[in-house]
């Protein structure tokens, strides 16, 4: 604990978080607060350790130290899937599509595993449910309407994170953690990925967003973490943190 006052409206708290694996410190006293609706990138060289970051935050990992809440309640020590309940919803680096389904039956999944947990999902009836409608208008807020018959594994690069975003919307999160969502995905895509990412946040969502392209982060969030060697550099607006020397020194002269 820090003892920084709480704020009324911070989503997610990170206090003094800590992880250690064997011997080696990969998180050291990460302290961050992000307010209900505020889109944050968390940027760093490779190894800053912002996927775990995440991890720490989704549940994946525990923190050896501090403490992480949602909503002002203490989740530190919770399982992944009572995280996803409070309203917390996350993307992987690595796709987690089932290729050989449609675009519109991958999202139907996501949805029954909401309604009903994953066991019932074969239970439930092919034609008009309520998985279906949810289906339907969770691709068109990502913009795949047309794209419902199409087979996951033959959709371009960034049709398949909006699908992945799409299945991630069907759990009902409120606040979405996405881990490189432009990863891999062709130039001509980003603009699109981009809107939909936008649009998660303009929908009332609080996002936290890992990406490695500079002017991707510049041109969405409200704030930008940095991320070095397993410590919070700095957590500012874009303009403050692309001004400040530690920052330059540390991530950009890294990576230059
Ligand atoms: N489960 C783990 N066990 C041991 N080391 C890990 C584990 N997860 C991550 N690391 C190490 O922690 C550091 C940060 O990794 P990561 O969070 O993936 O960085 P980033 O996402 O910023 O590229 C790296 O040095 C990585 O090798
Ligand atoms: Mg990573």
């Known amino acids: 604990m820090t003892g920084q006052p709480v704020l009324e409206a911070a989503v997610l708290e990170i206090d003094g978080v800590g992880l250690q694996i064997g011997g080696a410190q990969i998180l050291r006293d990460v302290s961050l607060s992000v307010a209900a609706g505020e889109m944050l990138g968390v940027i760093g060289p490779n190894g800053a350790g912002k996927t775990t970051l995440f991890n720490v935050i989704s549940g994946v990992l525990t923190a050896t130290e501090g403490v992480v809440r949602l909503d002002g309640r203490e989740v530190t020590r919770e399982p992944i899937h009572t995280r996803a309940r409070a309203g917390l919803g996350r993307t992987f680096q690595t796709s987690s599509l089932f290729n050989g389904l449609s675009a519109t039956e991958n999202v139907r999944l996501a949805a029954q595993v909401q309604a009903g947990g994953a066991t019932r999902v074969t239970r439930f009836p092919r034609g008009s449910d309520d998985a279906n409608r949810v289906a339907q208008d969770r691709l068109a807020e990502v913009g795949l309407a047309s794209r419902g018959h199409a087979l996951a594994g033959g959709l371009s690069h960034g049709d398949k994170r909006k699908l992945e975003i799409a299945m991630l919307l069907a759990m009902e999160p409120r ?59 700095a957590c500012d607006t874009p303009q403050k943190v692309m001004a400040d020397e530690r920052v330059q020194s540390a991530y950009l002269g890294a990576t230059a």
């Open 175 to 233: 606040v979405i953690l996405l881990d490189e969502p432009m990863a891999g995905v062709g130039s001509g895509d980003v603009p699109g990925l981009m809107d939909v990412i936008r649009g998660l946040h303009h929908g009332g969502r609080t996002v936290l967003m890992v990406e490695h392209h500079m002017e991707v982060v510049m041109g969405l969030v409200d704030r930008v973490a940095v991320m070095h060697h397993g410590e919070l550099l």
